[in-house]
């Protein structure tokens, strides 16, 4: 007759599936997750693991064979899997353990083993052997040995609700002054700025909603009649700012009154202390061309590393380098 068959095979393969389940759910609590055989590459099915009903989004891949041909080649301690060398290198390479587990369809057993490197034997040119220790059955004694091939399961919303929280608060702001108090400025801690600099670096809204709209605030200094770029702690904390805090330069306020990014201008002009003359509260500096380049070098170079690596276009980078160049010397590029 001219129909799809339904062979012995099949019906073993189909009777170890189901054993294997009742097995997992009664004894483990787990789900047993089929994998479609469209899809079936040598994993026939995914352990959910589950804990106190809750799933938790771990999984462990299973390979399953039932059937009395399983069970012949064995010594005392172990029966023998054997398996192609194809499927071993896709086994090796999941993200997830993989297990083989042999079913043993009359004594409704299961046996297992996790695939990994130490245990595999090579026994010809394209097979490969794992041995399937008899004291393996899956059943409740096991399940904390098996539980040992997967990574610790961690309640990522409550932990990380209060940095949410943090994020949603940024994200009702358009513009932040961040204040440095003295303290940081003597000691040189750049540690609270690079945080804040790194979290909204690595949340695309925030990358984008505060691209120049983060400006920098010295505090402690109100009873100091010099200006901060004429304080020398204060100075070199500038100075070197962007050797502590990457992609500032993006962030920074370029138009408008532009706080931090003048103060960093001024601090880096080497004649600003001593040829630098209040005139109505106004600055009257005097700086050499190759002063500018330097500043222009390092603002730019920062911005470019910054852009590159969170891949920015060229025509945002391009727009926040006219807007600090006008910003520092008056001219468009």
Not at 52 to 79: L, M, N
Request: a negative charge; aromatic letters at 12%; hydrophobic letters at 35%.
């Amino acid at each position: 007759m001219n129909y799809p068959q339904y062979t012995p095979s099949n019906r073993t393969a189909r009777e170890g599936f189901n054993i294997l389940t009742e097995i997992v759910e009664r004894e483990l609590g787990w789900i047993v997750r089929p994998n479609h055989k469209e899809n079936d590459f040598g994993i026939d099915a995914y352990l959910d693991i589950t804990v106190h009903e809750f799933v938790t989004g771990k999984s462990i891949a299973v390979q399953i064979k039932s059937g009395d041909s399983y069970f012949k080649e064995c010594d005392k301690d172990f029966w023998t899997f054997t398996g192609e060398k194809k499927h071993l290198n896709y086994y090796l390479n999941h993200d997830i353990p993989v297990v083989i587990i042999l079913v043993d369809t009359h004594s409704k057993t299961a046996y297992w083993e996790v695939c990994k490197v130490e245990y595999i034997n090579f026994i010809s040119d394209t097979s490969w052997a794992l041995p399937i220790p008899k004291r393996q059955q899956i059943n409740n004694a096991q399940k904390e040995k098996l539980m040992r091939y997967v990574s610790k399961n961690i309640d990522y919303v409550s932990h990380y609700e209060s940095y949410w929280q943090g994020n949603e608060i940024l994200s009702d702001r358009d513009y932040i002054c961040i204040i440095v108090e003295e303290d940081d400025i003597k000691r040189k801690n750049y540690k609270h700025l690079a945080e804040l600099i790194n979290r909204i670096s690595s949340n695309k809204m925030l990358l984008s909603r505060y691209k120049e709209h983060i400006d920098i605030g010295i505090q402690g200094y109100d009873d100091d009649t010099r200006e901060l770029c004429e304080i020398e702690e204060v100075r070199d904390w500038i100075r070197d700012v962007f050797a502590h805090v990457p992609g500032l330069s993006y962030f920074l306020v370029n138009s408008g009154k532009p706080h931090f990014l003048k103060n960093f201008f001024l601090s880096n002009i080497q004649g600003s202390i001593t040829t630098a003359a209040r005139n109505g509260g106004r600055f009257f500096i005097h700086y050499t061309p190759e002063e500018i380049e330097k500043i222009l070098t390092i603002l730019f170079s920062d911005l470019n590393y910054f852009t590159r690596r969170f891949d920015i276009g060229e025509d945002v980078n391009g727009k926040i380098t006219r807007n600090i160049v006008e910003c520092l010397i008056g001219k468009r590029l």
